[in-house]
């Protein structure tokens, strides 16, 4: 008589290393994002191991919910965490059940029926343009500057620069620093190609504004940072690498504090390009080919936004909404 196989111990502190390295190696996931799932992935385990099961094979859906349960209502280790911060959680933990399956560790994904809790949607925060307006005369500085020593008149130029960048364009801030020289045509038809998520890049045009600054920047602040190990890179810092998100975000921040203006953030200014596109009439689908987003149902939060912008100029100017 010939035996099956006995079924494989299915041992999530296993499963979840192996599961990273496919996520890492074989799928191409960026190390930051492998780290996010790890992190997840072993809240999950300790979870298991709490309730003592010590296999895969002894999970099914009523654990899973357990799990999201414990997640919101929190424990003596963990605060209660919110509805998308859960969700995040389950989409780690079914991509761990469904990769189990996969490998034939598990005779079924007992989490495909599991569905995380839909968060609140939350419109994007945009600047008016006054505002954005604003923050770039901030970072670029006052007409005096000329009077600040050398240093003080680069990081002027570069934060100019960046931040011209940044809304004239609606890159991510990783898009920003990550640009090459090559990537910039400062031509008669001036554009920026983008390298986004996914490896998706996508070409978009530069303003005359953003054209200035990044030319000014170019001619009269990069070269007083370069260095021999600078490369390529637009954007570099003060010892000639290639400047860091932590320093485009604080060079965003400190324009923001001089304008008096609160809660900026890089994709602050994202959701600030693609409103004013919007408001100014520009079609859905440019707008999204402009973020670089791969569905235009992610575009679409914004058409949200400009339709309740509407409501308030027709509540505030429509002769038969204020009679009452």
Partial sequence: MIRSPAPRAADPAELIERYLSHLEGERGLAHNSVLAYGRDLRRYRDHLARRGL??????DEATLGEFAAALRSGDDEHPPLAAASVARMLVAVRSLHRFAASEGEVDEDVSQ?????????????ALTVDQVTAVLAAAAGPDSAESDDLGQRVRRLRSAALLELLYGTGARISEAVGLDIDDLDLGGNPSVRLHGKGGRDRVVPLGRCAVAALSAYLTRGRPALVTPASGAAVFLSRRGGRLSRQSAWSALRAAA????????S???LRHSFATHLLDGGADIRVVQELLGHA???TTQIYTMVTVDRLREVYAAAHPRALAG
Avoid at 54 to 59: I, K, Y
Avoid at 113 to 125: D, N, T
Wanted: zero cysteines.
């Fill in 257 to 264: 504090e001089a304008a008096g203006v609160d809660g900026v």
């Fill in 295 to 297: 569905s235009v149902r």
């Fill in 113 to 125: 029926p599991v569905r995380p809790p839909a968060p609140p949607r939350r419109l994007p925060k």
């Fill in 54 to 59: 010590r296999s895969l094979h002894d999970v």
């Fill in 266 to 268: 890089p994709h602050v």
